[in-house]
């Protein structure tokens, strides 16, 4: 099984398990029951639900927890992850969310969110595995809103521009596994910037 874990930068935060599942590899009863958040993801509200924020608090198991919006305001939630919930913001601006779990869940999650970009840009990258079965491969999946030309820098010496409809779709080979840094960066007009820690093990 491949394994891959994601950290986003200060602009936004992941962490996912990527790979072919082993015959006779089943997770442990222990490991798929802990209480543990691990990453936010966010998307724009529909209109008829009162438009806003979208916010999704992944991980696993139930939890009691806190988020601070960046706005000045916070919630104490208590929910089976994932969690979802909305939220307005007043202005166009740039909001760190962090979201603190109480013991004894763990982890924790934070994400920058530029509402500016919600109008035309990126929100967010996810990452799954690849078709290839010679060399650790992934497919990046690039959300947003609005025609843009994206730049993925796969942290190998490996670029890609994206120019498009979001959401967009990239497909990547590595030579071999290792620690990788995946940059994906809107260009003018549009906003948006997401980097990602990523370990590729076979």
């Avoid at 602009?11 to 990527?18: A, E, I, K, N, P």
């Avoid at 609005?146 to 670029?159: E, H, K, P, Q």
């Avoid at 990547?172 to 290792?178: L, R």
């Amino acid at each position: 099984m491949r394994r891959m874990t994601r950290r986003l930068s200060s602009r936004v935060v992941l962490t996912m398990v990527v790979g072919t599942l082993v015959a006779g590899a089943a997770p442990r009863a222990a490991d798929a029951q802990a209480a543990r958040i691990t990453r936010i993801e966010f998307s724009p509200a529909p209109e008829e639900e009162g438009g806003g924020m979208i916010i999704s608090l992944l991980g696993t198991g139930r939890c009691g927890y806190t988020v601070d919006f960046g706005d000045g305001t916070t919630e104490r939630r208590a929910a089976d992850l994932p969690d979802r919930f909305r939220h307005a913001y007043q202005a166009d601006n740039e909001y760190l969310l962090v979201a603190t779990p109480e013991a004894p869940c763990e982890g924790s999650a934070r994400a920058r969110l530029d509402v500016r970009a919600i109008k035309r840009g990126i929100w967010k990258v996810t990452v799954a595995a690849g078709a290839s079965t010679e060399r650790p491969e992934i497919a990046a999946t690039v959300d947003g809103r609005g025609d843009c030309a994206v730049i993925l820098d796969f942290g190998d010496g490996s670029r890609q521009r994206l120019e498009g409809t979001l959401p967009m779709r990239a497909t990547h080979a590595y030579e071999k596994a290792g620690a990788y840094t995946l940059h994906a960066a809107a260009e003018a007009p549009c906003r948006g910037d997401v980097q990602l820690e990523i370990s590729v093990q076979r």
